[in-house]
């Protein structure tokens, strides 16, 4: 390997018609990118071709599933819904973690949005519009290139009741 950046890089030995052989590292680095920019971007449709046809979506804090493309891309379309309401609502990726062979990711970012009028009901709702951010943490499970499953963290009294106590 060459490590002077100066340098041109080294030929790569690949014949005609063949993909160059890429490491479990450079696969799964491109793999977290594609992934991080779909959401950020709230690019649903990408987001959405980096499942497996029977990949699943799980939030744990509810343990709703949703399994399928089509299920999965209703959930994501509500979360891209709520941020596209206000200005400046992306999310924050904070951390990304990666095992050694490519098969798990971990994600950790900051999630902004506003109350939507069909909140779920808690003891203080908060008012249609109020904006809210809450960490989130996606655990995903990878197999050959392609999410199966997402585990989603987050706190949902936090969520539930968001802006009751600490506005943002």
Avoid at 59 to 77: C, N, Q, V, Y
Avoid at 78 to 100: C, H, I, K, N, Y
Avoid at 115 to 131: C, E, I
Avoid at 134 to 140: D, Y
Wanted: with cysteine; charged share 25%.
């Amino acid at each position: 390997m060459n490590s002077n950046p100066a340098s041109p890089p080294e030929p790569v030995n690949v014949k005609w018609g063949e993909a160059p052989e890429v490491s479990p590292k450079e696969a799964t680095a491109d793999f977290v990118h594609k992934f991080m920019r779909s959401i950020v971007q709230g690019d649903m449709e990408a987001l959405i071709n980096l499942f497996a046809p029977e990949g699943e979506w799980v939030i744990m804090a509810t343990g709703e599933k949703f399994k399928g493309p089509s299920r999965i891309h209703a959930l994501t379309s509500l979360s891209v819904v709520m941020r596209a309401q206000g200005a400046g609502l992306e999310p924050e990726p904070t951390s990304v973690f990666t095992d050694a062979d490519g098969t798990k990711i971990c994600l950790e970012y900051i999630y902004r949005g506003l109350v939507a009028k069909d909140w779920p009901k808690s003891s203080h709702p908060p008012a249609p519009g109020t904006k809210f951010e809450i960490p989130v943490t996606l655990i995903g499970e990878l197999q050959q290139g392609k999410l199966v499953k997402i585990r989603e963290y987050f706190d949902w009294l936090t969520l539930a009741e968001a802006g009751a106590k600490n506005p943002c």
